[in-house]
Protein backbone atom coordinates (compact mmCIF):
# COMPACT_ATOMS: atom_id res chain seq x y z
CA UNK A 1 0.00 0.00 0.00
CA UNK A 2 2.94 2.30 0.68
CA UNK A 3 4.29 1.82 -2.44
CA UNK A 4 1.19 3.45 -4.59
CA UNK A 5 0.45 5.83 -1.72
CA UNK A 6 4.30 7.45 -1.98
CA UNK A 7 4.37 7.21 -5.66
CA UNK A 8 1.16 9.51 -6.08
CA UNK A 9 2.37 12.04 -3.38
CA UNK A 10 5.32 12.52 -5.09
CA UNK A 11 3.07 13.41 -8.60
CA UNK A 12 1.31 15.79 -6.56
CA UNK A 13 4.69 17.53 -5.03
CA UNK A 14 5.64 17.55 -8.44
CA UNK A 15 2.74 18.78 -10.29
CA UNK A 16 2.56 21.50 -7.53
CA UNK A 17 6.10 22.54 -7.38
CA UNK A 18 5.57 23.06 -11.26
CA UNK A 19 2.75 25.31 -11.05
CA UNK A 20 4.88 27.02 -8.65
CA UNK A 21 7.92 27.55 -11.21
CA UNK A 22 4.85 28.47 -13.79
CA UNK A 23 3.22 31.03 -11.59
CA UNK A 24 7.01 32.56 -10.98
CA UNK A 25 8.15 32.79 -14.95
CA UNK A 26 4.64 34.16 -15.28
CA UNK A 27 5.17 36.95 -12.57
CA UNK A 28 8.93 37.45 -14.19
CA UNK A 29 7.48 37.58 -17.84
CA UNK A 30 5.06 40.31 -16.28
CA UNK A 31 7.09 42.64 -14.74
CA UNK A 32 9.77 42.55 -17.43
CA UNK A 33 7.09 43.91 -20.13
CA UNK A 34 5.65 46.10 -17.67
CA UNK A 35 9.39 47.92 -17.00
CA UNK A 36 9.95 47.70 -20.89
CA UNK A 37 6.61 48.95 -22.18
CA UNK A 38 5.03 50.61 -19.48
CA UNK A 39 3.22 52.88 -21.79
CA UNK A 40 0.84 50.20 -23.11
CA UNK A 41 -2.72 49.48 -21.64
CA UNK A 42 -2.78 45.28 -22.38
CA UNK A 43 -6.49 45.86 -21.85
CA UNK A 44 -7.01 47.60 -25.13
CA UNK A 45 -3.92 46.26 -26.84
CA UNK A 46 -2.23 43.03 -25.81
CA UNK A 47 1.83 42.10 -26.57
CA UNK A 48 2.81 39.39 -27.77
CA UNK A 49 3.81 36.41 -25.57
CA UNK A 50 3.78 33.31 -27.95
CA UNK A 51 2.93 32.30 -30.98
CA UNK A 52 -0.66 31.27 -32.41
CA UNK A 53 -1.87 28.10 -32.62
CA UNK A 54 -4.83 29.31 -35.12
CA UNK A 55 -2.64 31.79 -36.97
CA UNK A 56 -0.13 29.41 -38.99
CA UNK A 57 0.26 27.01 -41.62
CA UNK A 58 0.01 23.28 -41.16
CA UNK A 59 3.72 22.25 -41.36
CA UNK A 60 4.44 24.39 -38.18
CA UNK A 61 4.08 22.73 -34.58
CA UNK A 62 4.13 24.30 -31.45
CA UNK A 63 5.34 22.85 -27.58
CA UNK A 64 6.38 24.55 -24.51
CA UNK A 65 4.15 26.84 -23.84
CA UNK A 66 3.57 27.68 -27.83
CA UNK A 67 7.45 29.56 -27.62
CA UNK A 68 8.94 26.49 -29.46
CA UNK A 69 8.25 26.02 -33.47
CA UNK A 70 9.32 22.51 -35.64
CA UNK A 71 9.09 22.25 -39.10
CA UNK A 72 6.92 18.99 -39.39
CA UNK A 73 6.62 19.26 -43.60
CA UNK A 74 8.40 17.46 -46.48
CA UNK A 75 10.82 20.34 -47.06
CA UNK A 76 11.28 19.74 -50.86
CA UNK A 77 10.71 23.15 -52.37
CA UNK A 78 10.05 27.02 -51.31
CA UNK A 79 6.41 25.70 -51.75
CA UNK A 80 6.67 23.35 -48.32
CA UNK A 81 7.88 26.88 -46.56
CA UNK A 82 5.04 27.88 -43.17
CA UNK A 83 5.18 30.13 -41.07
CA UNK A 84 3.63 31.46 -37.74
CA UNK A 85 2.54 34.51 -36.25
CA UNK A 86 2.29 35.65 -32.70
CA UNK A 87 -0.65 35.96 -30.90
CA UNK A 88 -0.66 39.48 -31.62
CA UNK A 89 0.72 42.24 -33.50
CA UNK A 90 2.70 45.23 -31.72
CA UNK A 91 1.04 47.75 -30.03
CA UNK A 92 2.33 51.40 -31.39
CA UNK A 93 2.66 52.30 -27.47
CA UNK A 94 5.63 49.94 -27.07
CA UNK A 95 7.85 53.18 -28.51
CA UNK A 96 10.57 49.91 -29.35
CA UNK A 97 9.28 46.72 -29.57
CA UNK A 98 12.15 43.63 -29.15
CA UNK A 99 12.13 39.93 -29.25
CA UNK A 100 14.77 37.03 -30.00
CA UNK A 101 14.49 33.89 -31.49
CA UNK A 102 17.02 31.27 -30.42
CA UNK A 103 18.05 28.83 -33.45
CA UNK A 104 17.57 25.17 -31.30
CA UNK A 105 18.57 23.16 -34.59
CA UNK A 106 19.35 24.08 -37.83
CA UNK A 107 17.90 21.32 -39.32
CA UNK A 108 18.40 19.88 -43.14
CA UNK A 109 19.11 23.40 -45.04
CA UNK A 110 18.78 26.39 -42.53
CA UNK A 111 16.03 28.00 -44.53
CA UNK A 112 14.88 29.62 -41.47
CA UNK A 113 13.60 33.15 -41.91
CA UNK A 114 12.72 35.74 -39.01
CA UNK A 115 10.60 39.26 -38.85
CA UNK A 116 7.08 40.56 -39.35
CA UNK A 117 4.11 39.85 -41.14
CA UNK A 118 0.86 41.70 -41.24
CA UNK A 119 -2.59 39.96 -40.52
CA UNK A 120 -3.91 38.18 -43.58
CA UNK A 121 -0.27 37.21 -45.47
CA UNK A 122 0.00 33.53 -46.80
CA UNK A 123 1.69 31.12 -44.01
CA UNK A 124 2.76 29.14 -46.89
CA UNK A 125 5.45 31.33 -47.33
CA UNK A 126 8.95 32.78 -45.17
CA UNK A 127 8.29 35.98 -43.79
CA UNK A 128 9.32 38.79 -46.55
CA UNK A 129 8.36 36.69 -49.53
CA UNK A 130 4.69 38.41 -49.61
CA UNK A 131 3.66 42.32 -49.17
CA UNK A 132 3.65 43.66 -46.31
CA UNK A 133 5.93 41.06 -44.91
CA UNK A 134 9.68 41.28 -44.28
CA UNK A 135 12.31 38.48 -42.91
CA UNK A 136 15.97 38.02 -42.20
CA UNK A 137 16.59 34.91 -43.74
CA UNK A 138 19.66 32.32 -42.33
CA UNK A 139 20.85 30.29 -44.82
CA UNK A 140 22.18 33.45 -46.96
CA UNK A 141 21.75 36.57 -44.30
CA UNK A 142 19.77 38.55 -46.80
CA UNK A 143 16.75 40.90 -45.95
CA UNK A 144 13.40 40.17 -47.70
CA UNK A 145 11.11 43.44 -47.70
CA UNK A 146 7.80 41.95 -49.29
CA UNK A 147 9.44 40.56 -52.41
CA UNK A 148 11.29 37.06 -53.28
CA UNK A 149 14.40 39.06 -54.32
CA UNK A 150 16.64 39.45 -51.05
CA UNK A 151 19.44 41.94 -50.02
CA UNK A 152 22.38 41.47 -48.68
CA UNK A 153 22.16 42.52 -45.17
CA UNK A 154 23.90 40.27 -42.45
CA UNK A 155 25.83 37.17 -41.68
CA UNK A 156 24.44 33.35 -41.97
CA UNK A 157 23.07 32.13 -38.49
CA UNK A 158 22.78 28.50 -37.49
CA UNK A 159 22.11 26.37 -34.88
CA UNK A 160 22.98 28.30 -31.37
CA UNK A 161 22.56 31.39 -32.20
CA UNK A 162 20.46 34.07 -31.06
CA UNK A 163 18.47 36.74 -33.40
CA UNK A 164 16.99 39.55 -32.53
CA UNK A 165 14.23 41.72 -34.38
CA UNK A 166 13.97 45.21 -33.37
CA UNK A 167 10.86 47.58 -34.71
CA UNK A 168 11.13 51.39 -33.91
CA UNK A 169 7.82 52.42 -33.66
CA UNK A 170 9.03 56.54 -34.03
CA UNK A 171 10.69 56.42 -37.15
CA UNK A 172 8.83 52.71 -38.91
CA UNK A 173 12.24 50.85 -38.81
CA UNK A 174 13.60 47.60 -38.00
CA UNK A 175 17.25 46.04 -37.20
CA UNK A 176 17.95 42.63 -36.61
CA UNK A 177 20.55 41.89 -34.06
CA UNK A 178 23.11 38.36 -33.36
CA UNK A 179 24.24 37.10 -30.63
CA UNK A 180 23.61 40.58 -28.77
CA UNK A 181 25.65 42.85 -31.68
CA UNK A 182 22.84 45.24 -33.98
CA UNK A 183 23.48 44.69 -37.65
CA UNK A 184 22.12 47.74 -38.55
CA UNK A 185 18.69 48.93 -40.17
CA UNK A 186 17.37 46.41 -42.35
CA UNK A 187 13.76 47.96 -43.22
CA UNK A 188 12.44 51.77 -42.99
CA UNK A 189 8.89 52.64 -43.49
CA UNK A 190 7.20 49.93 -41.79
CA UNK A 191 3.23 49.80 -41.47
CA UNK A 192 1.90 49.88 -38.33
CA UNK A 193 0.30 46.35 -36.76
CA UNK A 194 2.80 44.11 -37.55
CA UNK A 195 3.17 40.94 -35.68
CA UNK A 196 6.17 38.87 -34.99
CA UNK A 197 6.54 36.29 -37.12
CA UNK A 198 9.28 33.12 -38.26
CA UNK A 199 8.96 30.91 -40.60
CA UNK A 200 10.89 27.25 -41.55
CA UNK A 201 11.60 25.47 -44.50
CA UNK A 202 13.66 21.89 -44.16
CA UNK A 203 13.08 19.13 -41.81
CA UNK A 204 14.47 19.42 -38.32
CA UNK A 205 14.61 22.95 -37.98
CA UNK A 206 13.74 24.14 -34.36
CA UNK A 207 13.54 27.78 -33.05
CA UNK A 208 12.32 29.14 -29.52
CA UNK A 209 11.09 32.29 -28.95
CA UNK A 210 11.41 34.72 -26.35
CA UNK A 211 8.60 37.67 -25.95
CA UNK A 212 10.02 39.23 -22.43
CA UNK A 213 10.25 35.35 -20.79
CA UNK A 214 13.82 35.48 -20.22
CA UNK A 215 16.17 38.61 -20.32
CA UNK A 216 16.94 39.45 -23.52
CA UNK A 217 20.61 38.66 -24.55
CA UNK A 218 21.01 42.10 -26.59
CA UNK A 219 20.96 45.67 -24.25
CA UNK A 220 17.55 46.77 -25.68
CA UNK A 221 16.77 48.89 -22.54
CA UNK A 222 19.61 50.44 -23.51
CA UNK A 223 18.85 51.46 -27.12
CA UNK A 224 15.26 52.58 -25.55
CA UNK A 225 17.00 55.09 -23.28
CA UNK A 226 18.05 56.91 -26.39
CA UNK A 227 14.84 57.34 -27.45
CA UNK A 228 13.52 58.15 -24.96
CA UNK A 229 16.48 61.06 -24.46
CA UNK A 230 15.26 62.44 -27.54
CA UNK A 231 11.71 62.18 -27.62
CA UNK A 232 12.20 64.15 -24.12
CA UNK A 233 14.26 67.03 -25.64
CA UNK A 234 12.03 67.33 -28.53
CA UNK A 235 9.40 68.27 -25.91
CA UNK A 236 11.80 70.50 -23.83
CA UNK A 237 12.70 72.26 -26.76
CA UNK A 238 9.16 73.19 -28.21
CA UNK A 239 9.00 76.45 -29.52
CA UNK A 240 7.20 78.70 -27.45
CA UNK A 241 8.13 82.02 -29.45
CA UNK A 242 6.58 85.62 -28.01
CA UNK A 243 4.02 83.66 -25.95
CA UNK A 244 6.25 82.66 -23.40
CA UNK A 245 4.82 85.14 -20.69
CA UNK A 246 1.17 84.51 -21.49
CA UNK A 247 1.99 80.80 -21.26
CA UNK A 248 4.08 81.54 -17.54
CA UNK A 249 0.82 83.34 -16.04
CA UNK A 250 -1.35 80.95 -17.38
CA UNK A 251 0.66 77.84 -15.97
CA UNK A 252 0.51 80.13 -12.45
CA UNK A 253 -2.92 80.41 -12.36
CA UNK A 254 -3.32 76.78 -12.89
CA UNK A 255 -1.19 76.10 -10.07
CA UNK A 256 -2.74 78.42 -7.78
CA UNK A 257 -6.14 76.36 -8.64
CA UNK A 258 -5.02 73.32 -8.14
CA UNK A 259 -3.61 74.47 -4.58
CA UNK A 260 -7.19 75.64 -3.66
CA UNK A 261 -9.11 72.92 -5.03
CA UNK A 262 -7.23 70.23 -2.78
CA UNK A 263 -7.58 72.99 0.14
CA UNK A 264 -3.90 73.75 0.44
CA UNK A 265 -4.71 76.97 2.63
CA UNK A 266 -1.08 78.10 3.77
CA UNK A 267 0.40 76.95 0.44
CA UNK A 268 -1.90 78.71 -1.86
CA UNK A 269 -1.53 81.76 0.49
CA UNK A 270 1.91 82.03 -0.31
CA UNK A 271 1.99 81.13 -3.69
CA UNK A 272 -0.31 83.88 -4.68
CA UNK A 273 1.53 86.24 -3.02
CA UNK A 274 5.08 85.28 -4.90
CA UNK A 275 3.23 85.25 -7.94
CA UNK A 276 0.99 88.84 -7.19
CA UNK A 277 -2.30 86.61 -7.99
CA UNK A 278 -5.71 86.98 -5.88
CA UNK A 279 -6.68 83.87 -4.18
CA UNK A 280 -10.03 82.30 -6.27
CA UNK A 281 -11.71 81.46 -2.83
CA UNK A 282 -11.71 83.06 0.80
CA UNK A 283 -9.08 81.50 3.40
CA UNK A 284 -11.77 80.37 5.60
CA UNK A 285 -13.68 78.60 3.02
CA UNK A 286 -10.28 76.72 2.00
CA UNK A 287 -9.77 75.90 5.53
CA UNK A 288 -13.83 74.69 6.15
CA UNK A 289 -12.76 72.46 3.21
CA UNK A 290 -9.26 71.04 4.51
CA UNK A 291 -11.11 70.02 7.91
CA UNK A 292 -13.41 68.28 5.93
CA UNK A 293 -11.08 66.22 3.84
CA UNK A 294 -8.91 65.46 7.04
CA UNK A 295 -12.23 63.54 8.92
CA UNK A 296 -12.76 61.76 5.51
CA UNK A 297 -8.84 60.71 5.17
CA UNK A 298 -9.07 59.35 8.65
CA UNK A 299 -11.92 57.55 8.79
CA UNK A 300 -13.83 59.46 10.96
CA UNK A 301 -16.96 60.00 7.99
CA UNK A 302 -19.84 60.87 10.35
CA UNK A 303 -17.88 63.82 11.82
CA UNK A 304 -17.30 64.95 8.14
CA UNK A 305 -21.25 64.50 7.19
CA UNK A 306 -22.11 66.20 10.45
CA UNK A 307 -19.62 69.40 9.49
CA UNK A 308 -20.87 69.30 6.09
CA UNK A 309 -24.42 69.67 6.88
CA UNK A 310 -22.94 72.61 9.23
CA UNK A 311 -21.05 74.45 6.73
CA UNK A 312 -23.23 73.50 3.38
CA UNK A 313 -26.29 72.99 4.43
CA UNK A 314 -28.19 72.01 1.37
CA UNK A 315 -25.52 70.59 -0.42
CA UNK A 316 -26.13 66.58 0.79
CA UNK A 317 -30.12 67.11 0.69
CA UNK A 318 -29.65 68.38 -2.91
CA UNK A 319 -26.92 65.32 -3.90
CA UNK A 320 -28.81 61.86 -2.10
CA UNK A 321 -26.49 60.07 -3.88
CA UNK A 322 -23.89 61.90 -2.48
CA UNK A 323 -25.25 61.58 1.01
CA UNK A 324 -25.90 57.83 0.59
CA UNK A 325 -22.03 56.86 -0.76
CA UNK A 326 -20.64 58.81 2.57
CA UNK A 327 -23.38 56.86 4.84
CA UNK A 328 -22.22 53.85 3.20
CA UNK A 329 -18.30 54.84 4.18
CA UNK A 330 -19.24 55.56 7.20
CA UNK A 331 -20.95 52.13 7.64
CA UNK A 332 -17.38 50.79 6.65
CA UNK A 333 -15.51 53.01 9.10
CA UNK A 334 -17.86 51.62 11.56
CA UNK A 335 -16.52 48.18 10.43
CA UNK A 336 -13.18 49.16 11.11
CA UNK A 337 -13.45 51.02 14.04
CA UNK A 338 -11.98 53.95 13.16
CA UNK A 339 -15.71 56.41 12.95
CA UNK A 340 -16.19 58.39 15.95
CA UNK A 341 -19.36 56.55 16.40
CA UNK A 342 -17.69 53.13 17.46
CA UNK A 343 -14.47 55.16 18.03
CA UNK A 344 -15.89 56.35 21.13
CA UNK A 345 -17.07 52.99 22.73
CA UNK A 346 -13.91 51.29 22.41
CA UNK A 347 -12.80 53.68 25.27
CA UNK A 348 -11.94 56.56 22.56
CA UNK A 349 -13.98 60.01 23.57
CA UNK A 350 -15.49 61.09 20.10
CA UNK A 351 -14.58 64.42 18.71
CA UNK A 352 -18.57 65.19 17.68
CA UNK A 353 -21.41 62.47 16.91
CA UNK A 354 -22.97 62.19 13.86
CA UNK A 355 -26.94 62.44 14.08
CA UNK A 356 -28.25 60.28 11.93
CA UNK A 357 -31.97 60.62 11.28
CA UNK A 358 -34.72 58.53 10.05
CA UNK A 359 -34.15 57.79 6.17
CA UNK A 360 -36.41 60.43 4.73
CA UNK A 361 -35.04 63.05 7.23
CA UNK A 362 -32.00 63.77 5.27
CA UNK A 363 -33.92 65.34 2.60
CA UNK A 364 -35.93 67.33 5.50
CA UNK A 365 -35.19 71.30 5.24
CA UNK A 366 -31.82 72.37 7.11
CA UNK A 367 -33.28 74.97 8.83
CA UNK A 368 -35.46 73.24 10.82
CA UNK A 369 -34.00 71.18 13.53
CA UNK A 370 -34.71 67.42 12.76
CA UNK A 371 -36.39 65.60 15.25
CA UNK A 372 -35.05 62.56 16.88
CA UNK A 373 -38.27 60.08 16.52
CA UNK A 374 -38.89 56.77 18.10
CA UNK A 375 -37.30 54.43 15.53
CA UNK A 376 -39.10 50.48 16.00
CA UNK A 377 -35.56 48.60 14.81
CA UNK A 378 -35.05 45.14 16.57
CA UNK A 379 -34.01 45.29 19.67
CA UNK A 380 -33.63 48.97 19.40
CA UNK A 381 -36.55 51.33 20.44
CA UNK A 382 -35.48 54.29 21.73
CA UNK A 383 -35.50 58.14 21.21
CA UNK A 384 -32.21 58.13 19.37
CA UNK A 385 -30.48 59.06 15.82
CA UNK A 386 -28.24 57.07 14.72
CA UNK A 387 -27.96 55.38 18.13
CA UNK A 388 -27.35 58.85 19.28
CA UNK A 389 -29.78 59.90 22.16
CA UNK A 390 -30.85 64.16 22.04
CA UNK A 391 -32.43 65.63 25.11
CA UNK A 392 -34.19 67.74 21.95
CA UNK A 393 -36.85 66.94 20.05
CA UNK A 394 -38.79 69.72 18.07
CA UNK A 395 -41.32 69.59 15.90
CA UNK A 396 -40.52 68.47 12.23
CA UNK A 397 -42.61 67.87 9.04
CA UNK A 398 -41.20 64.11 9.33
CA UNK A 399 -41.43 63.14 12.97
CA UNK A 400 -43.65 60.65 12.49
CA UNK A 401 -42.04 58.75 9.72
CA UNK A 402 -40.20 55.64 11.01
CA UNK A 403 -37.67 53.24 9.03
CA UNK A 404 -38.40 49.48 8.66
CA UNK A 405 -36.80 46.84 10.79
CA UNK A 406 -35.12 44.76 8.86
CA UNK A 407 -32.25 44.40 6.22
CA UNK A 408 -33.20 43.00 2.42
CA UNK A 409 -31.30 39.50 2.56
CA UNK A 410 -31.20 38.53 5.67
CA UNK A 411 -30.76 40.46 9.66
CA UNK A 412 -27.41 42.57 10.19
CA UNK A 413 -27.74 40.98 13.80
CA UNK A 414 -27.14 37.61 12.46
CA UNK A 415 -24.39 38.43 10.82
CA UNK A 416 -20.34 37.70 12.27
CA UNK A 417 -21.87 36.07 14.84
CA UNK A 418 -23.16 39.34 16.77
CA UNK A 419 -26.98 39.48 17.99
CA UNK A 420 -28.58 43.07 18.50
CA UNK A 421 -31.96 41.57 20.30
CA UNK A 422 -30.25 42.70 23.36
CA UNK A 423 -30.74 46.70 23.81
CA UNK A 424 -28.25 48.34 24.82
CA UNK A 425 -28.28 50.39 28.55
CA UNK A 426 -28.94 53.98 28.10
CA UNK A 427 -25.70 55.27 29.91
CA UNK A 428 -23.37 52.87 27.22
CA UNK A 429 -24.64 54.73 24.21
CA UNK A 430 -25.95 58.05 24.96
CA UNK A 431 -23.02 60.63 23.97
CA UNK A 432 -22.87 64.26 24.45
CA UNK A 433 -24.61 65.98 21.17
CA UNK A 434 -23.38 69.34 19.75
CA UNK A 435 -26.22 71.98 19.78
CA UNK A 436 -25.67 71.32 15.85
CA UNK A 437 -29.09 69.21 15.22
CA UNK A 438 -29.27 67.94 11.17
CA UNK A 439 -26.09 69.83 10.24
CA UNK A 440 -27.54 73.19 11.16
CA UNK A 441 -26.80 75.51 13.92
CA UNK A 442 -29.37 77.50 16.09
CA UNK A 443 -29.02 80.94 14.43
CA UNK A 444 -29.98 81.25 10.72
CA UNK A 445 -28.47 79.56 8.06
CA UNK A 446 -27.51 83.04 6.52
CA UNK A 447 -24.83 82.61 8.86
CA UNK A 448 -22.63 81.01 5.93
CA UNK A 449 -20.74 82.49 3.70
CA UNK A 450 -18.80 81.15 0.36
CA UNK A 451 -18.94 77.80 2.63
CA UNK A 452 -17.11 79.32 5.96
CA UNK A 453 -19.63 80.05 9.34
CA UNK A 454 -19.40 84.20 10.12
CA UNK A 455 -19.23 82.15 13.57
CA UNK A 456 -16.21 80.19 13.60
CA UNK A 457 -18.02 77.27 13.22
CA UNK A 458 -14.87 74.12 12.42
CA UNK A 459 -14.95 70.68 13.91
CA UNK A 460 -13.03 70.74 17.03
CA UNK A 461 -8.84 69.74 17.06
CA UNK A 462 -9.13 68.75 12.81
CA UNK A 463 -5.46 69.26 13.00
CA UNK A 464 -4.90 66.49 15.42
CA UNK A 465 -5.89 62.91 16.24
CA UNK A 466 -6.01 62.20 12.25
CA UNK A 467 -4.01 59.39 12.33
CA UNK A 468 -5.72 56.22 11.43
CA UNK A 469 -6.00 53.63 14.41
CA UNK A 470 -2.82 51.08 15.08
CA UNK A 471 -3.25 47.69 13.72
CA UNK A 472 -4.22 46.00 16.81
CA UNK A 473 -7.46 48.02 16.94
CA UNK A 474 -8.20 47.73 13.10
CA UNK A 475 -8.44 44.28 13.08
CA UNK A 476 -11.18 44.12 15.74
CA UNK A 477 -14.49 44.41 14.26
CA UNK A 478 -15.52 48.05 15.18
CA UNK A 479 -12.76 48.40 17.64
CA UNK A 480 -13.62 45.06 19.69
CA UNK A 481 -16.75 46.46 21.61
CA UNK A 482 -19.70 44.67 21.56
CA UNK A 483 -21.84 47.66 21.80
CA UNK A 484 -19.85 49.29 19.16
CA UNK A 485 -21.16 46.48 16.70
CA UNK A 486 -24.70 46.67 18.15
CA UNK A 487 -24.39 50.19 17.12
CA UNK A 488 -23.32 49.50 13.95
CA UNK A 489 -25.77 46.80 13.29
CA UNK A 490 -28.20 49.32 13.85
CA UNK A 491 -26.81 52.30 11.65
CA UNK A 492 -26.52 49.15 8.75
CA UNK A 493 -30.33 48.77 9.24
CA UNK A 494 -30.90 52.52 9.33
CA UNK A 495 -28.59 52.79 5.89
CA UNK A 496 -31.00 49.43 4.36
CA UNK A 497 -34.07 51.98 4.71
CA UNK A 498 -32.41 54.92 3.43
CA UNK A 499 -31.54 52.80 0.73
CA UNK A 500 -35.26 51.75 0.08
CA UNK A 501 -36.04 55.49 0.27
CA UNK A 502 -33.87 56.23 -2.75
CA UNK A 503 -34.98 53.62 -4.58
CA UNK A 504 -38.74 54.52 -4.07
CA UNK A 505 -38.24 58.44 -4.60
CA UNK A 506 -35.12 58.13 -7.34
CA UNK A 507 -35.70 54.59 -8.73
CA UNK A 508 -33.12 51.81 -8.91
CA UNK A 509 -29.21 52.97 -9.09
CA UNK A 510 -26.92 50.06 -9.53
CA UNK A 511 -23.88 51.77 -8.51
CA UNK A 512 -25.56 52.54 -4.97
CA UNK A 513 -27.24 49.19 -4.99
CA UNK A 514 -23.51 47.55 -5.36
CA UNK A 515 -21.85 49.92 -3.17
CA UNK A 516 -24.40 48.30 -0.28
CA UNK A 517 -24.21 44.91 -0.92
CA UNK A 518 -20.29 45.45 -0.73
CA UNK A 519 -20.38 46.70 2.45
CA UNK A 520 -22.58 44.32 4.50
CA UNK A 521 -20.68 41.52 2.59
CA UNK A 522 -17.60 42.44 4.99
CA UNK A 523 -19.94 41.17 7.80
CA UNK A 524 -19.61 37.71 6.30
CA UNK A 525 -16.44 37.11 7.44
CA UNK A 526 -14.99 36.24 10.44
CA UNK A 527 -11.51 38.44 9.45
CA UNK A 528 -13.35 41.04 7.04
CA UNK A 529 -9.87 42.49 6.35
CA UNK A 530 -8.15 39.69 4.62
CA UNK A 531 -11.75 38.56 3.26
CA UNK A 532 -12.51 39.28 -0.74
CA UNK A 533 -13.74 42.91 0.15
CA UNK A 534 -11.53 43.99 2.56
CA UNK A 535 -10.11 46.12 0.20
CA UNK A 536 -13.00 48.70 0.59
CA UNK A 537 -10.92 49.03 4.18
CA UNK A 538 -8.03 50.10 3.40
CA UNK A 539 -7.48 53.59 4.15
CA UNK A 540 -6.59 54.31 0.09
CA UNK A 541 -10.32 53.81 -0.55
CA UNK A 542 -11.65 57.11 1.42
CA UNK A 543 -9.65 59.14 -1.53
CA UNK A 544 -12.01 59.42 -3.76
CA UNK A 545 -14.61 59.76 -1.44
CA UNK A 546 -12.77 62.90 -0.40
CA UNK A 547 -12.44 64.12 -3.95
CA UNK A 548 -15.91 63.61 -4.59
CA UNK A 549 -17.20 65.28 -1.82
CA UNK A 550 -14.74 68.03 -2.42
CA UNK A 551 -15.82 68.62 -5.73
CA UNK A 552 -19.61 68.79 -4.96
CA UNK A 553 -18.89 71.41 -2.56
CA UNK A 554 -16.42 73.65 -4.96
CA UNK A 555 -19.33 73.34 -7.38
CA UNK A 556 -22.11 74.32 -5.30
CA UNK A 557 -20.15 77.73 -5.19
CA UNK A 558 -19.61 77.41 -8.84
CA UNK A 559 -15.75 76.43 -8.63
CA UNK A 560 -14.48 74.20 -11.32
CA UNK A 561 -15.20 70.53 -9.62
CA UNK A 562 -11.57 69.30 -10.96
CA UNK A 563 -9.00 71.73 -11.25
CA UNK A 564 -7.64 72.96 -14.76
CA UNK A 565 -4.10 71.45 -14.05
CA UNK A 566 -5.68 68.31 -13.41
CA UNK A 567 -7.44 68.61 -16.73
CA UNK A 568 -4.60 69.06 -18.60
CA UNK A 569 -2.58 66.27 -17.41
CA UNK A 570 -5.60 64.32 -18.18
CA UNK A 571 -6.52 65.96 -21.95
CA UNK A 572 -2.53 65.12 -22.40
CA UNK A 573 -3.21 61.50 -21.03
CA UNK A 574 -5.74 61.24 -23.32
CA UNK A 575 -4.09 62.75 -26.51
CA UNK A 576 -1.02 59.61 -25.52
CA UNK A 577 -3.75 57.73 -26.14
CA UNK A 578 -5.01 58.56 -29.03
CA UNK A 579 -1.69 58.63 -30.55
CA UNK A 580 -1.32 55.05 -29.14
CA UNK A 581 -4.07 54.08 -31.01
CA UNK A 582 -3.17 55.96 -34.65
CA UNK A 583 -0.01 54.46 -34.55
CA UNK A 584 1.78 57.20 -33.39
CA UNK A 585 5.06 55.50 -31.35
CA UNK A 586 6.44 58.44 -29.50
CA UNK A 587 3.86 58.51 -27.58
CA UNK A 588 6.08 55.42 -25.29
CA UNK A 589 8.52 58.07 -24.47
CA UNK A 590 6.49 61.34 -23.52
CA UNK A 591 5.14 59.91 -20.32
CA UNK A 592 3.24 63.20 -18.61
CA UNK A 593 4.37 61.27 -14.90
CA UNK A 594 7.79 61.37 -15.70
CA UNK A 595 7.44 65.24 -16.35
CA UNK A 596 5.55 65.43 -13.29
CA UNK A 597 8.22 63.48 -10.95
Given at each position: ??????G????????????????????????????L?P?????????????????????????????????????????????V??T??????????????????????????????A????????????????????????????????????????????????????????????????????????????????????????????????????????Y?????????????????????????????????????????????????????????E???????????????????????I????????????S??????M?????????????????????????????????S?????????????????????????C???????????????????????????????????????????????????????T??????????????????????????????????????????????????????????????????????????????????????????????Q??????????????????????????????????????????????G??????????????
Amino acid sequence: MSGPSSGCGLFMSVVVHGDSALNEQEKELNQRLRRLYPAVNEQETPLPRSWSPKDKFSYIGLSQNNLRVHYKGHGKTPKDAASVRATHPIPAACGVYYFEVKIISKGRDGYMGIGLSAQGVNMNRLPGWDKHSYGYHGDDGHSFCSSGTGQPYGPTFTTGDVIGCCVNLINNTCFYTKNGHSLGIAFTDLPPNLYPTVGLQTPGEVVDANFGQHPFVFDIEDYMSEWRTKIQAQIDHFPVGEREGEWQAMLQKMVASYLVHHSYCATAEAFAKSTDQAVQEELASIKNRQNIQKLVLSGRMGEAIETTQQLYPSLLESNPDLLFMLKVRQFIEMVNGTDSEVRCLGGRSPKSQDSYPDSPCPFSSPTHKSSCTQVSLTGFESNCCNGVSSSKAPASAHSGKTCPSSLAGGDLGSMNGTHSQQQPSTSEVDMEVDHFTNGTTESSSNGFLNGSSTHGVEPEDCDTDMEVEPAQFKRQLCGGSQVAIEKMIHFGRELQSLSEHLRRERGKNATNRKMLRDAFSLLAYSDPWSSPVGYQLDSIQREPVCSTLNSAILETYNLPKQPPLAQAVGQAAQCLSLMARTGIGSCAFASVDDYLH
